[in-house]
Each structure stands twice: as structure tokens, then as C-alpha cells.
């Protein structure tokens, strides 16, 4: 998931380098999304395994 959140970042650069402004923010969103949810899932698994 880690992936595809740097992959969306990566368009979201490109897109605003060639002034895209709506295809920019629209892969920005979706990498910050993902990155979220990477970031409760990784907290979640790291609590976890303190339980066992």
C-alpha cells in the first residue's frame, strides 16, 4: 500500500510541474488517503504485537 501511495505522490509531482491543477490535487488526495490508512494499519500491527 506503501507503494501506491508513493506512486500517487510521484504523479501528483509531475502533474504539478506541468501545471495540471486538478489532476495534481486529485493523486495528491489519493496519496494522502493512502498514506493514512498505511500509517493506522502500521500502528495497529505494531500494537498488536506488543499484545502477544
Not at 504523479?11 to 493514512?36: D, E, Q, R
Request: aromatic share 16%; charged share 5%.
Amino acid at each position: 500500500m506503501l507503494h501506491y501511495t508513493l506512486v500517487f505522490f510521484i504523479i501528483a509531482i509531475i502533474a504539478a510541474a506541468l501545471g495540471f491543477g486538478g489532476i495534481a490535487a486529485g493523486a495528491a488526495g489519493i496519496a494522502k488517503i493512502l498514506f493514512f490508512v498505511f500509517l493506522i494499519m502500521a500502528l495497529v500491527s505494531f500494537v498488536m504485537s506488543l499484545g502477544r
